[in-house]
């Protein structure tokens, strides 16, 4: 069977809820926009995915020949039961033209090799995503049919590989259950994940803005907090906001 | 007169305060003192100029000013101090309440000697300090030094303490 497939944004605007990773530029460019953090997702030996996420993410040894890849991605921190803060009152995406990339390539999704982008263009439950014949073709022969965005978005995450590695360098020579914390997340049915603060990244490398980029993070930090207090669902976003916060407050009246 | 966080019963001002200001620390262990002391005290300037150049900039500030504020700062224990020429190693135990938890933290950390300035180089956690064996396996060397194991000596309920 040919594996071809249709595909149709009905813009119910339901795939603009929750953690949205990003490209590093993205999440810079979007500073004002995302409260910002670092998820790591790691993926066991075996997985079909596996050499591509070793690619553009890191390995880590572990002892007795094994090894781990290492997705780490900035991600846009925001729980899944909340819009995009760019998600306008017309259930349209309010910065459309200026988007991020992950947004302009879904549903594809770069992360993953082209051959297996089929399994993609599957809507999750709650989407209104057109996939009759009538909507057009997307996927055909294993490969995409409209592929700007989706190449765009691999280049990026390639050319971002060096930063990324040197970050997971500076992660895993300076926390010490980080290791112990990525092979939980490993064990687990459902992917795992472990969240670093942005603070720790501005650190390892370097980065000359962090100032600025601290001062554009602390209100929304503040927003999220709020947004989030009282609910014990949301504890866990609630704490990493309110830590952030701290950190984001020393940093933007920090003497540079 | 205010003691010294560090727990040396020594003054603040005879003992970490003047290092915290500036003068330089007369041992490795009096260095790692005053630093855990201005961890207490939230005077992390003196933790940051402290760390040996190459790790100077990998040191996450806003993360430690924000561990400082959480944490109270119950003990430092130095276990081991070695100094061997310039450089010494010093092996301790901090205790510290975060989150309604009290965290006992035994780690080794490792100084140098630069012009005559200790510096803070590097810190490893070793966990096997905090682990305490408390029960004996049917098959274990009875802890009554008879030689026999336990099942044929003594049994194995015995808790040790």
């Not at chain 1, 760019?86 to 459309?96: F, K, P, Q, T, V």
């Not at chain 1, 990026?156 to 992660?171: C, G, K």
């Not at chain 2, 400082?68 to 003990?75: L, T, Y």
Request: proline residues 5%.
């Amino acid at each position: 069977m040919a594996r071809v497939k249709h595909f149709q944004c009905t813009e119910c605007g339901m795939c603009c809820y929750g953690q949205l990773p990003l490209t590093c530029k993205d999440a810079f460019a979007n500073a004002s926009r995302f409260p910002l953090c670092f998820v790591w997702t790691p993926l066991r030996q075996g997985s079909k995915d596996y050499p591509l996420v070793a690619t553009l993410g890191t390995t880590i040894k572990l002892t007795g020949r094994k090894e781990l890849a290492v997705l780490i991605t900035p991600t846009a921190y925001i729980p899944s039961s909340f819009p995009c803060p760019a998600l306008g009152d017309d259930n349209l995406c309010s910065i459309h033209s200026n988007k991020p990339s992950r947004c302009k390539t879904m549903p594809f999704y770069p992360y993953r090799e082209e051959r297996y982008q089929a399994e993609l263009l599957t809507p999750r439950q709650s989407w209104a995503c057109d996939t009759s014949t009538a909507a057009p073709l997307v996927f055909q022969d294993n490969a995409i049919v409209f592929r700007n965005d989706f190449d765009n978005e691999r280049q990026e995450l390639l050319e971002q590989v060096p930063i990324l590695r040197r970050y997971a360098d500076y992660m895993l020579k300076y926390s010490a259950s980080l290791v112990n914390n990525l092979i939980h997340a490993s064990s687990k049915v459902k992917a795992g994940h472990v969240i670093t603060s942005l603070s720790s990244f501005l650190t390892a490398s370097k980065n000359a803005d962090a100032k600025h980029i601290a001062q554009l993070q602390l209100p929304l930090l503040k927003d999220y907090m709020a947004k989030t207090a009282g609910d014990v669902k949301l504890a866990e976003f609630h704490r990493n906001y309110l830590n952030w916060s701290k950190e984001m407050a020393y940093l933007s009246q920090a003497q540079s | 007169m205010t003691l010294c966080p560090c727990g040396s019963t020594r003054a603040f001002d005879e003992c970490c305060g003047p290092i915290i200001a500036g003068a330089p620390a007369s041992t490795a262990e009096a260095l790692m003192r005053s630093r855990y002391t201005a961890f207490a005290n939230r005077t992390l300037d003196h933790v940051e100029r402290t760390h040996a150049p190459e790790v100077r900039d990998d040191f996450n500030r806003a993360e430690a000013e924000r561990l400082a504020e959480e944490c109270e700062w119950k003990s430092l224990e130095i276990r081991r101090a070695t100094e061997t020429g310039d450089t010494a190693e010093i092996e301790f135990v901090v205790q510290f309440r975060r989150e309604q938890h009290t965290i006992t933290q035994a780690a080794t950390s490792c100084f140098r000697r630069d012009n005559g300035q200790w510096l803070y180089i590097s810190n490893t956690l070793n966990p096997q300090i905090t682990q305490h064996v408390t029960k004996v396996g049917r098959n274990d060397p009875c802890p009554c030094n008879s030689g026999k194991k336990a099942k044929k000596c003594c049994g194995t309920t015995t808790e040790l303490k």
